[in-house]
T-cell receptor, first 112, second 116 residues
């Protein structure tokens, strides 16, 4: 079993839809949770980072962390074609050498 | 803020030659940088952790003599692929740790290496 599980997709939605992207993890030591967006042939771009359980909102993006269930989500409201990319969840913990453990990434396509 | 650059963005070289990739944090100092490689449709694989002024720490299975890492300043780390072979062709990405923001890593745009 991988430490971080993420549905690879591809996920195809119409423009304007609400998108839900999810990751589950098995290591209860994880404390920091991040979502990155990666366009084809580009480096990952940090979208959201959270530390505790609960919700964090930034524009059209909402990150949700449920540590009791070891489950994190990223919601994208009013999705746009420019949101088409691969979304990677990542996690780390204090004492882990600042290393990130990544999910495999979910490929999202927002269609006109 | 928190911009990381990489140079070159792509490189083609002959088998047996060495290739150097630079990673720079442009607007912040990074005592720690990371090097990853990524194969098509796969996630990032951590190769090594680069700490300024000290030897890099390599992940299991990564040859330290093949992938030389130097972190000579707080804004620059270099990865040299020595005696490159076709199987080294990949997308190499660096990141820099912005320690003030919950141990957050900011990534460079990546370097695509093709070894013929």
């Amino acid at each position: 079993q991988k430490e971080v599980e993420q549905d690879p997709g591809p996920l195809s939605v119409p423009e304007g839809a609400i998108v839900s992207l999810n990751c589950t993890y098995s290591n209860s030591a994880f404390q920091y949770f991040m979502w990155y967006r990666q366009y084809s042939r580009k480096g990952p771009e940090l979208l959201m980072y959270t530390y505790s359980s609960g919700n964090k909102e930034d524009g059209r993006f909402t990150a949700q962390v449920d540590k009791s269930s070891k489950y994190i989500s990223l919601f994208i409201r009013d999705s746009q074609p420019s949101d088409s990319a691969t979304y990677l969840c990542a996690m780390s913990f204090t004492g882990g050498g600042n290393k990130l453990t990544f999910g495999t990434g979910t490929q999202l396509k927002v269609e006109l | 803020g928190a911009v990381v650059s990489q140079h070159p963005s792509w490189v083609i070289c002959k088998s047996g030659t060495s290739v150097k990739i630079e990673c720079r944090s442009l607007d912040f100092q990074a005592t720690t940088m990371f090097w990853y490689r990524q194969f098509p449709k796969q996630s990032l694989m951590l190769m090594a952790t680069s700490n300024e002024g000290s030897k890099a720490t390599y992940e299991q299975g990564v040859e330290k003599d093949k992938f030389l890492i130097n972190h000579a300043s707080l804004t620059l780390s270099t990865l040299t692929v020595t005696s490159a072979h076709p199987e080294d062709s990949s997308f190499y990405i660096c990141s820099a740790l912005l320690a003030a923001v919950w141990e957050t890593q900011y990534f460079g745009p990546g370097t695509r290496l093709l070894v013929l």
